[in-house]
């Protein structure tokens, strides 16, 4: 059973940056997505990473502004968050599954979220 813990979220004005990190022990063969879901909103994927770390996804409205990564000796997997927008302001959710395919239903452990807000 995996734990996964989310840390850095928070206020952040608009064009500023937020790096997003997802910990978890023994999720070193896990595919590991961000998810977010806004008020009102379904829940999307946003970036999701392979187990090497070779292969990685990414939403259309966040290309070239977030760059996912991980850190295997580190058991990390984490968002880099540039430019951002008020339109990135959610709830911000890391999640670890036994296939690199960016869609929640393929995820099976989930951490307990972290509320990003972009607002001036």
């Known amino acids: 059973q995996l734990q996964l813990v989310e840390s850095g979220g928070g206020l952040v004005q608009p064009g500023g940056s937020l790096r997003l990190s997802c910990a978890a022990s023994?999720?070193?063969?896990?595919?590991v997505g961000w998810f977010r879901q806004a008020p009102g909103k379904e829940r999307e994927a946003v970036s999701c990473?392979?187990?090497?770390?070779?292969?990685?996804n990414y939403a259309d409205s966040v290309k070239g502004r977030f760059t996912i990564s991980r850190d295997s000796a580190k058991s990390t997997v984490s968002l880099q968050m540039n430019s951002l927008k008020p339109e990135d302001t959610a709830v911000y959710y890391c999640?670890?599954?036994?296939?690199?395919?960016?869609?929640?239903?393929?995820?099976?452990?989930w951490g307990q979220g972290t509320q990003v807000t972009v607002s001036s």
């Open positions: 999640a670890a599954g036994p296939r690199n395919i960016c869609r929640s239903e393929w995820y099976t452990y």
């Open positions: 990473i392979s187990s090497s770390g070779g292969i990685t």
């Open positions: 023994g999720f070193t063969y896990y595919a």
